[in-house]
């Protein structure tokens, strides 16, 4: 299974050649930080954008690490 790390670095978040999904990813990743808290690790694109072959019509597969159950925090 190839990965590609969503996390911004370095100032530039251009995970994908495309802004206006760079843009939609940018605030995602916000919300999955800010519902997840403490427990977030890390967020990783799979699939045809890890691979560098997604294109328009692609769909955006992705995997999110946790150090805990966000159900058990409910």
């Keep these: 299974m190839t990965q590609s790390h969503i996390a911004p670095s370095g100032g ?3 995970p ?6 760079n843009d939609l990813l940018a605030d995602w990743l916000k919300g999955v930080r800010a ?8 967020a ?4 045809s954008f890890a691979l560098g072959e ?3 019509a692609s ?6 690490a946790v150090t805990a159950d966000p159900a058990a925090a409910r």
Excluded: K, N, R
């Excluded at 994908?16 to 999904?21: H, K, Q, S, V, Y």
């Excluded at 769909?59 to 999110?64: I, R």
């Design 35 to 42: 519902a997840l808290g403490e427990t977030f690790v890390g």
């Design 12 to 14: 530039a978040f251009a």
């Design 44 to 47: 990783w694109l799979q699939g």
């Design 59 to 64: 769909d955006c597969d992705s995997t999110v």
């Design 16 to 21: 994908t050649p495309f802004a206006d999904l």
């Design 54 to 56: 997604g294109h328009e």
